[in-house]
């Protein structure tokens, strides 16, 4: 049975919980999810455990919080850096446009350490909660690829299969320049020939 916790609403439980939250993601950035503790977070809270349990059910429902505040973050940055495809001069040539969309999307992966990217990242397989939650940051971000693309006149020739294909094409350009793992791989030439693949996939709407 899941115990009752409480929802903030005076100013200061409101605080309580925002110092909980901003500690325990700071903590699992440097010492992973699976080494850090409930007891971790209150002590670094400065909260005994019986408060950070009135606010929260167990670790994985504030990481999931953790999560869903970085998602907002996440996405306005990447509507915002997106719109900024509108000072491309040459809005005719399609590569170029999805090349920024793409370094748009890397430039937002930087900020995870490795350690707490593989641990969420095993999560997703393992955990139907944080898959959920993967699931619909992959929706969020397609939305805004496919819109942009809307905007210059492009759209997919099928939708939801080739925004999957997307995904995890742009998922794994950023996973590798950010961690670089392949040794003698060209990050400019691999994101190019990603744009070009996209390219393929569009059909240009006439009006």
């Known amino acids: ?113 490795r350690r707490y990217h593989d641990e969420i990242k095993a999560l997703e397989l393992l955990d139907v909660d944080i898959k959920k939650h993967f699931l619909k940051i992959q929706d969020s971000l397609m939305d805004a690829f496919q819109s942009r693309l809307s905007s210059y006149g492009y759209r997919l020739s099928y939708p939801k299969e080739q925004a999957f294909l997307i995904h995890q094409m742009i998922g794994g350009i950023e996973d590798e320049v950010v961690f670089q793992d392949i040794i003698d791989i060209d990050h400019d030439i691999l994101i190019e020939q990603c744009a070009i693949v996209i390219k393929n996939m569009l059909v240009k709407d006439v009006l």
């Open 1 to 113: 049975m899941n115990k009752e916790t409480r929802v903030p609403k005076q100013k200061r439980s409101i605080e309580k919980s925002k110092k909980i939250i901003e500690v325990a993601y700071q903590l699992f950035m440097d010492n992973g999810y699976f080494n850090t503790s409930t007891v971790d977070i209150a002590k670094a809270a400065g909260l005994s455990v019986g408060v950070f349990y009135s606010y929260f059910a167990d670790k994985k429902d504030i990481l999931l919080v953790c999560l869903e505040q970085f998602e907002d973050y996440f996405m306005e940055n990447i509507y915002q850096e997106i719109k900024s495809t509108q000072s491309i001069e040459d809005i005719e040539d399609i590569v170029e446009i999805t090349k920024h969309m793409i370094l748009v999307m890397v430039k937002t992966h930087t900020s995870q350490k």
